[in-house]
């Protein structure tokens, strides 16, 4: 199974970027290629969700999110494409702020995406990065 890691870090503490990360209505503002969001309650740190594409507005994405703060972890599987992206926060030791860490398992299926889905990734960790950093 294709797959890869990335990693950011961020002035933000972790309470912050938990705040933008585990927020899948948030997604749009940092998450590159997504252009909105359709959430239903969550339950006991399991939530689904409806993403819808940029530029695709008619193709409706069913997304699991999972979440647990006390580890500093989001695991979202797409239920379209099974793409799994599992988000880390972590507190950074040598200096102030948040280590995010992710890592990307692309099935075999979806293997050709795996270069459009670095980049996007590495879009969108910056972006979730300097969000977290923003006043709110």
């Given at each position: 199974m294709p797959a890869f890691d990335d990693i950011?870090?961020?002035?933000?503490p972790p309470e912050e970027v938990w705040k933008v990360l585990y927020?899948?209505?948030?997604?749009?503002?940092?998450?590159?290629?997504?252009?909105?969001?359709?959430?239903e309650p969550a339950a006991d740190g399991t939530q689904t969700y409806t993403m819808y594409p940029d530029g695709y507005p008619d193709f409706p994405m069913p997304q699991v999110l999972r979440s647990s703060q006390n580890e500093g972890l989001v695991t979202i599987s797409c239920l379209v494409s099974d793409l799994v992206f599992e988000w880390r926060l972590e507190s950074a030791a040598d200096e102030p702020g948040t280590r995010i860490r992710v890592h990307v398992e692309i099935p075999e299926a979806e293997a050709a995406?795996?270069?459009?889905?670095?980049?996007?990734?590495?879009?969108?960790?910056?972006a979730l990065a300097r969000l977290a950093e923003e006043p709110v």
């Open positions: 950011a870090t961020t002035s933000a927020d899948p209505v948030r997604f749009p503002e940092w998450w590159k290629g997504v252009e909105s969001v359709q959430a995406r795996l270069d459009g889905q670095r980049e996007v990734i590495s879009r969108s960790l910056t």
